[in-house]
């Protein structure tokens, strides 16, 4: 408990706390598009294609620059983006399989490299294994002040180019048909989620980061039929997910903050799933059982003057 309160005091917590706070905020918002275009496995795969990207930026300088690591991802990412759109366009295979290829062809040879720099004489210092499934309580004032300056692009870039976005995510061809660069737009997209993705690799890692792309957006679903007030949404529950996961990581031991967020992430999807006004389960009952209600209090109103009118022929038959 001490640890909780301490939060609100320490520095080292505080830094902590708003980079996971703007981490989930970014790829919330940004995530509701990759939601809702279907495409659920990129953040997947782009995680997991900045790894091989990390590597050789770490072979090349021979530094653990959170900067140099992050031009690394970045550059990763854009060409696993090319190698999917490639990959889709000049061949059969849907975009989900060739996400599947993407992401398998570029995480094994992130491993094998990463698997080099551990044997190699500097490997044991490098700390690259702690990508793999991030580390939150390493960041400092330097990586909050990047954490915030993409939250600021992506935020910015959504709202400028909502009317665009949205077009591309329900009907691309009218959006063609429009005048609109769909092919430029969606590489822009594609690029600004490999930025969302590179940035949450070091709190939550490659292996947990889609986590926070999706799940705030599938639970903000839930909630609302409107696009803008499902993206406002998305980046409130990813922005509390950071919050809730520092927070209760705070007061224990040996937790890591990015899985205990992902896990609050997921327990919003189920709050929502659970209580969603149109399309939560409990909301589904009331309306169907307030259904039944009506059906029977109509049937019941309806065959009340038809046991009457019978009633009173019988009467008068036996009067007769």
């Not at 309160?5 to 598009?33: A, E, H, K, R, Y």
């Not at 294994?129 to 004032?141: E, I, N, V």
Request: proline share 2%; aromatic share 8%.
């Amino acid at each position: 408990m001490s640890g909780m309160l301490n939060l609100f005091t320490d520095p080292n917590l505080q830094w902590i706390l708003i980079g996971s706070m703007l981490l989930g905020l970014s790829t919330g918002v940004i995530g509701t598009f990759a939601y809702l275009r279907k495409q659920s496995l990129i953040g997947d795969t782009l995680a997991h294609a900045a790894l091989p990207g990390i590597c050789i930026a770490f072979m090349l300088t021979g530094v653990k620059s959170v900067g140099y690591f992050m031009i690394g991802a970045i550059v990763a990412g854009m060409i696993a983006t090319v190698g999917i759109s490639w990959i889709t366009r000049h061949s059969r295979i849907k975009q989900d399989a060739a996400m599947g290829i993407v992401l398998s062809v570029f995480f094994g040879l992130g491993i094998v490299l990463l698997t080099q720099i551990q044997h190699s004489s500097y490997g044991n210092q490098s700390g690259l294994d702690k990508f793999l499934f991030g580390q939150a309580a390493s960041m400092t004032a330097s990586d909050v002040y990047t954490m915030t300056g993409v939250a600021v692009l992506l935020i910015v870039a959504c709202a400028l180019l909502f009317k665009e976005f949205k077009l591309i995510s329900f009907d691309s061809g009218y959006a063609r048909g429009l005048g609109f660069s769909v092919t430029a737009l969606e590489q822009l997209l594609l690029w600004l989620v490999t930025v969302a993705v590179v940035v949450g690799i070091q709190a939550v890692g490659v292996v947990l980061v889609a986590a926070l792309l999706i799940t705030p957006a599938v639970s903000a679903r839930y909630w609302t039929d409107r696009l803008g007030v499902m993206t406002v949404l998305s980046g409130l529950f990813g922005a509390l997910s950071g919050a809730i996961g520092t927070w209760i990581s705070a007061g224990t031991d040996q937790l890591p903050t990015g899985p205990l967020s992902v896990l609050t992430a997921s327990a919003l999807f189920v709050a929502s799933v659970l209580f969603g006004p149109r399309r939560g389960i409990v909301a589904k009952i009331v309306r169907r059982y307030s259904a039944k209600k009506e059906w029977a209090a109509e049937n019941g109103a309806e065959s009340l003057p038809e046991s009457k009118t019978g009633s009173s022929v019988k009467d008068r038959e036996v009067s007769a």
